[in-house]
């Protein structure tokens, strides 16, 4: 009542709302309130805003887990291309958005098209002082997609390289034990 329904803090609100509904396992209602955060966002910042955007991948991103890549892969390539003209070629969101992507692409069974998203994502991480756990995260997703396209020794290091990163946070520690019990077959 106070902000109204158009003000950039409802847009934040409903962000934190998702994300805990998100963490509780209810991602349709998670998908919901991302992309109401996405609407204000387009009234408030308009359609081009860095955080307009991010916004939007944060709707890719629930679509991709609610297992409906279709409809997000058009919102990704949107949030992708809109990223590239309006923010630094290595700018964290676009790190984020190239790993929905990717996400996609080792869903759909396309782990070629994921390896150069990827590494990407990782150079981006790697010149910013952000969460190593989300390094760890998209080497980790890398080193599927290697395993995939046959590539044993490139998938094992990066693996290994996935493991440490992701030990640094609790947040990787489901990441982190599949990484682990994944590397103990491959030894």
């Not at 991602?27 to 081009?48: M, Q």
């Not at 990223?83 to 929905?100: F, S």
């Not at 969460?131 to 995260?137: K, M, N, P, Q």
Request: hydrophobic share 45%.
């Amino acid at each position: 009542k106070a902000f109204g329904e158009s003000h950039a803090i409802v847009a934040s609100h409903l962000s934190w709302i998702a994300d805990i509904l998100e963490d509780k396992g209810d991602l349709a209602g998670a998908l919901d309130d991302y992309r109401r955060s996405l609407e204000v966002r387009k009234k408030v910042l308009g359609p081009t805003h860095p955080e307009t955007l991010h916004a939007m991948t944060l709707v890719g991103a629930e679509l991709m887990m609610l297992h409906r890549c279709g409809e997000a892969r058009p919102i990704l390539d949107a949030a992708f291309a809109g990223l590239e003209k309006v923010t630094d070629p290595d700018n964290m969101y676009i790190g984020e958005v190239l790993d929905q992507l990717a996400r996609c692409d080792v869903a759909e069974r396309h782990p070629a098209a994921a390896v150069p998203r990827l590494e990407r994502a990782i150079a981006i991480e790697e010149k910013l002082t952000g969460e190593l756990v989300d390094r760890g995260s998209y080497r980790w997703l890398l080193a599927r997609a290697l395993w995939t396209l046959g590539r044993r020794d490139a998938a094992i290091a990066a693996a290994r390289k996935a493991e440490p990163e992701l030990a640094s946070d609790p947040d990787g520690a489901e990441e982190l034990r599949a990484v682990r019990a994944w590397l103990a077959k491959r030894r």
